[in-house]
């Protein structure tokens, strides 16, 4: 017979169907009551091991007590709201003192506050065009930015996103992203042939599609996240700083998802030595209260006309008072250096499975960077004809099947991009413990699923 609590779920989830748009999708039809650390709680009883962190974003675990203790002084002894364009508040102006050392470069020195990550690249998008005084964005095939309507129109990871939302914002050019797929050259080619490749084909759309006169800005990830957690190779990243600073061209780094610390250090960026025009931040930033930033150079951000930024909550004072607790929690407990040791493992225990033999070839790859890591498994049929993925004998729709089975087991795992993968995105401060009972957890699930076939 069920529980008084499964039952009180099972009607709380009828009521949640009846009456919340069919327009979200859900991994896990259930109630979630309470977060601690790396683990959530549902109402009917279950614990599940969080390797989501929400999409990245309770990098310090659920409720993490500082951030918790921040924000709530911040309601009772503070103030909660303070709209950015009537005054400035404390926690706002302490937050960009904490960021100022943290950014990939020194000339990286004017910031404002959004919400949410789709508002930054928006925010980024009209600078851009403001600043340089023109007009079109070239983004990367697989790109995700977010779903607000500047936002769409550069995001290529899904058709879902556009999908009967057309027409799109126009002056949107694409430009193929250095990942052996969108290239149709089997998985093992060299980054340095994939670099090459997609750096020749951004030349060819300056000289058949926009014009560098007339391009504002290259928009990039620069560990593409939901179009496969796919690292760009450094050399890229490197080539595209050439070419804007060649054409006079803004390079906007979001690094909405895998900034933060998430890949182990606090930028992805910085990894590769360039100098982003804009970067923006976000999820991460104050452990899942909303807040989003936008970080640019004062020369540039200051061509803007006093009020043309700003909206009712961004920058919110809760929500800075978490951050700035974010940042100085991830000093005091040494989180970066528990990004390193963690990720580690993760990437041993997934390479493990991927050379079992008794797997065969079901595991494809194994990419990321820090915690934030990928598996991309065959699949019989592929995307097509030439797909590099395409293993007859490989079971079908791996990584949700996959996906599916870690959360019977006690672990909420998601999947990512049109192909067969599987991301982990663990908080930055998961124990020893809970990272190899996850990595056992998948291994588990992959291991049914292939017997299943
Ligand atoms: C790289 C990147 N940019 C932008 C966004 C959009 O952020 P939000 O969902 O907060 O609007 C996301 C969200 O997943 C993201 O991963």
């Known amino acids: ?265 606090n930028y992805f960026i910085e990894q590769a030595g360039v100098r982003p025009d804009i970067l923006l931040s976000a999820k991460g930033l104050a452990n899942g209260f909303p807040l989003s930033a936008v970080v640019s150079r004062k020369e540039l951000t200051d061509v803007l006309s006093p009020g043309s930024m700003g909206g009712t909550y961004a920058g919110n004072a809760v929500a800075c008072a978490a951050a700035v607790a974010v940042v100085d929690a991830m000093k005091e407990e040494k989180v970066l250096e528990n990004v390193a040791e963690r990720s580690a493992e993760l990437f041993a225990a997934l390479n493990a499975v991927r050379a079992d033999a008794a797997l065969g070839r079901t595991v494809l790859d194994v990419r990321g960077a820090g915690l934030m890591v990928a598996v991309e498994f065959a699949s019989p049929t592929g995307t097509g004809a030439h797909d590099a993925m395409r293993v007859a004998s490989a079971p079908a729709k791996m990584a949700s099947r996959v996906a599916k089975k870690c959360v019977e087991k006690g672990m909420l795992l998601l999947t990512t991009s049109v192909y067969e993968v599987v991301r982990f995105i663990p908080p930055l401060n998961v124990s020893q413990e809970d990272m190899a009972k996850g990595c056992a957890i998948f291994r588990e699930a992959v291991e049914e699923v292939v017997r299943e076939g």
């Open 1 to 265: 017979m069920a529980s008084a609590s499964s039952s009180q779920q099972a009607s709380l989830v009828q009521f949640g169907q009846k009456h919340v748009t069919h327009g979200l999708g859900r991994v896990v039809e259930g109630v979630i009551t309470k977060g601690e650390g790396s683990y959530v709680y549902f109402m009917d009883g279950r614990k599940m091991l969080d390797f989501t962190t929400g999409i990245g974003v309770t990098g310090l675990g659920h409720c993490h007590p500082k951030v918790s203790a921040a924000a709530a002084a911040q309601c009772v002894d503070g103030i909660v709201h303070v709209q950015c364009s009537i005054a400035f508040h404390e926690p706002y102006l302490q937050l960009i003192e904490r960021l100022i050392p943290m950014m990939p470069d020194p000339s990286l020195d004017s910031f404002f506050f959004w919400n949410s990550g789709s508002e930054a690249v928006e925010a980024a998008i009209k600078l851009a065009r403001t600043a340089t005084k023109r007009q079109n964005i070239i983004s990367m095939q697989g790109a995700y930015h977010g779903r607000t309507f500047g936002a769409m129109a550069v995001t290529k990871s899904k058709t879902i996103y556009s999908q009967g939302f057309h027409p799109l914002m126009p002056g949107v050019f694409t430009c193929p992203y250095p990942y052996w797929h969108q290239l149709g050259v089997p998985a093992d080619t060299p980054t340095e042939k994939l670099t090459e490749t997609c750096l020749n084909q951004l030349n060819l759309l300056f000289a058949q599609a926009s014009a560098p006169a007339d391009t504002a800005a290259i928009i990039i990830e620069p560990l593409l996240g939901e179009g496969g957690y796919v690292p760009a190779p450094a050399g890229f990243l490197q080539g595209l700083r050439a070419v804007c600073d060649a054409h006079g061209i803004l390079l906007i780094v979001d690094e909405v998802q895998s900034g933060f610390g998430r890949t182990g250090t």
